[in-house]
């Protein structure tokens, strides 16, 4: 299984790195966290942000795997505590499906 995160940004801080590297590590040997960073568009003074977003959404979808299965995070979304989460990654290990 494949788990693609696809995220707007480049050149993260070295702690976000450093915990992308410690989650990877503690992924079963099954999945294979890959990550996207998609770029942000430019926010000069005038930019048309929404525009922008839109920019950056279209370039979010055009970056998930064909077959995958999308889960967006959303700060308003369903909380998973790490054992809810854990049953979800489990599911779809099983499944066979790609996440994105």
Do not use: F, N, S
Not at 17 to 45: D, F, M, Q, S, V
Not at 51 to 69: T, V
Request: with cysteine.
């Amino acid at each position: 299984m494949q788990i693609h995160i696809i995220a707007v940004g480049d050149r993260m801080p070295e702690w976000v790195e450093a915990g992308y590297r410690e989650y990877a590590k503690r992924l079963p040997r099954e999945c294979r966290l890959e990550l996207h960073e998609i770029p942000a568009g430019r926010r000069a003074k005038g930019a048309d942000i929404r525009r922008l977003i839109e920019q950056e959404g279209a370039r979010q979808l055009a970056a998930i795997p064909a077959g995958a299965h999308v889960v967006a995070l959303d700060r308003l979304g369903k909380q998973l505590d790490t054992e809810a989460l854990a049953q979800e990654l489990k599911r779809h290990l099983a499944g066979g499906e790609h996440l994105a």
